[in-house]
């Protein structure tokens, strides 16, 4: 407190939070609306929740440890609301400390009337209380983007969860980071837990044991130590240190635990029963599905799959993925939560979904010289925005063997074409307008949708882009053929009307790049 007659000293900001002045609040507005970018044009629709929820939200969804993470709230204005606080320690009010059990009540609440699936995303603020350190905020920003409502089948589960992982790829280039900068880590939650399982974990001791896991590669020996108060031998730290990290165990690992466990036929004979153990065999399988589509998809080299990739918390059910940074920042993580509605009184739904805050990504980019100022942060901000009404719907005609075109079709168009020119400069930046620029060869990435109805009727799978509001349809026949549609004018397109020569009068789709499509759409939508 000031003394009398003197000036009262300056109010900090609450620790954990921040101030955002103009540039600072540009910078946050460029990375928010690459989020929406990515989002959008991958099919996603943007919802939004309430900033706070009632408490026990919290514990349905992921049990007492949230809790401990919670700012909680409540109005002190009823004596009754005073007293319940004060003799449970709990509030009825939380501040959100993260978006999903906001989905799943949201979805629960109206899942009769919502189509199916459902692909969302939303941005803003969230709140954890936690000791503050470089890259985690009491306060941040935090991206969300969840599938509800696959067809539950192996494949349709294989095929959301690429979907999902794609729109992280999707910003991931639009920010201007390679594979080299960083890697999407994969694996399946079943798989680990049937591991951990055959190693002597209960169901009641499983919590604990994936998060010893998850603490491993940040310290190899406190984890080895840390095992015995688990309750873990020195056969079981072996054995799973062997299975989870497998070619990935470094020297530290291997220093902490006295030699390598992975040659010693106690190991190899583990090893083996744990592959005949069913989950684990479908979990493999599920991850093959998942890595053919990934390739499909064109997203090859930015995925990896890890069997250490387990993530913590205790309502996961099936693939589980961080994003992953020079090899150890974690920029996003997420996974299946085929459970969490149910819980929250709806049917059984099938989801996946990761989120992102916007501290680590805002720091690599900072770091990496991927972050604009000054007027090329003002351009950068002022550029146009993705449509939202979807720009291409690419349907297969009426065979399977189209079904991995339209993947990979779909998916080129959501990242559009970079020009000769911008490849050629070396060291242009992600905001260059020079990027996608038509006159050097470049197709500007669209909005693009495809459907997930079962039936092979292209009648039906039309009036499906249709109900969706697209503006084009690109019908895939073939490797070679392609029939572009104008569904306001319900008229195919000609080369003539799309400015392209006689000799494109069936549109090649290039492996690596649907140049011929998206200079067709972006002819015809400006």
Request: glycine share 12%; with cysteine; net charge negative.
């Given at each position: ?39 959008v044009r991958c099919g996603f629709e ?11 939200l919290y514990a349905v969804k992921s ?417 070679d053929r392609v029939q572009i549609k ?41």
């Amino acid at each position: 407190m000031a003394k009398a007659g003197g000036k009262a000293g300056k109010i900090a900001p609450p620790k954990g939070t921040r101030d955002l002045y103009p540039e600072d609040a540009l910078k946050r507005r460029y990375l928010e609306q690459a989020w929406r970018d990515a989002s959008v044009r991958c099919g996603f629709e943007e919802v939004q929740g309430p900033t706070f929820e009632t408490t026990d939200l919290y514990a349905v969804k992921s049990g007492e440890g949230i809790l401990g993470e919670l700012f909680q709230a409540y109005s002190g204005k009823s004596p009754e609301e005073v007293a319940r606080v004060q003799e449970t320690g709990r509030a009825p009010f939380a501040m959100r400390p993260e978006f999903t059990p906001t989905l799943a009540r949201m979805f629960a609440g109206r899942a009769g009337a919502l189509p199916r699936p459902c692909k969302w995303f939303t941005g803003g603020s969230y709140f954890r209380a936690e000791r503050p350190q470089r890259g985690r905020l009491r306060e941040f920003l935090q991206w969300n983007v969840d599938f509800v409502g696959d067809d539950g089948t192996s494949f349709g589960r294989a095929l959301a969860d690429v979907e999902t992982m794609s729109v992280g790829v999707t910003l991931m280039r639009d920010i201007g980071l390679t594979p080299n900068d960083a890697q999407i880590v994969f694996s399946d939650r079943r798989m680990a837990e049937a591991v951990l399982t055959q190693t002597g974990a209960t169901p009641e001791s499983m919590p604990a044991w994936l998060a010893w896991i998850d603490s491993i590669p940040k310290s190899p020996q406190a984890a080895v130590a840390k095992a015995g108060e688990l309750g873990l031998t020195t056969e079981q730290v072996r054995r799973v240190i062997g299975v989870f990290f497998g070619q990935q165990t470094d020297e530290r690992m291997l220093a902490a635990l006295g030699g390598d466990p992975r040659n010693s036929p106690e190991f190899l004979e583990f090893q083996r029963a744990v592959l005949r153990v069913p989950e684990v065999a479908d979990s493999i399988a599920q991850i093959q599905r998942s890595s053919s589509i990934i390739n499909d998809m064109g997203l090859g080299g930015w995925g990896t799959q890890h069997n250490a990739v387990v993530r913590g918390l205790a309502y996961y059910t099936g693939l589980v993925f961080e994003v992953l940074a020079d090899g150890e920042r974690a920029v996003a993580g997420g996974g299946r939560y085929d459970n969490l509605i149910e819980l929250m009184g709806g049917a059984p739904t099938p989801a996946v979904g990761f989120a992102m805050g916007d501290v680590v990504v805002s720091l690599l980019l900072e770091d990496k010289g991927l972050m604009p100022e000054g007027p090329e942060l003002m351009e950068a901000v002022s550029r146009r925005p993705a449509s939202v009404r979807p720009e291409v719907f690419v349907v297969g005609a009426d065979d399977e063997a189209s079904d991995a075109l339209v993947r990979r079709l779909s998916a080129g168009l959501r990242r559009g074409v970079e020009s000769e020119s911008y490849g050629d400069a070396g060291d242009a930046k992600p905001w260059s307008a020079a990027r996608y620029e038509s006159a050097s060869g470049g197709v500007r990435p669209m909005h693009t949708r495809v459907s997930y109805k079962s039936t092979r009727n292209l009648k039906k799978l039309l009036g499906d882009g249709e109900k969706q509001f697209a503006r084009l349809a690109a019908i895939v026949h073939g490797d070679d053929r392609v029939q572009i549609k104008d569904f306001d004018t319900r008229k195919d397109l000609t080369p003539g009307d799309v400015g392209l020569s006689d000799a494109h009068a069936e549109f090649s789709i290039d492996p690596a790049s649907p140049v011929y499509v998206g200079r067709a759409a972006v002819r015809v939508l400006g």
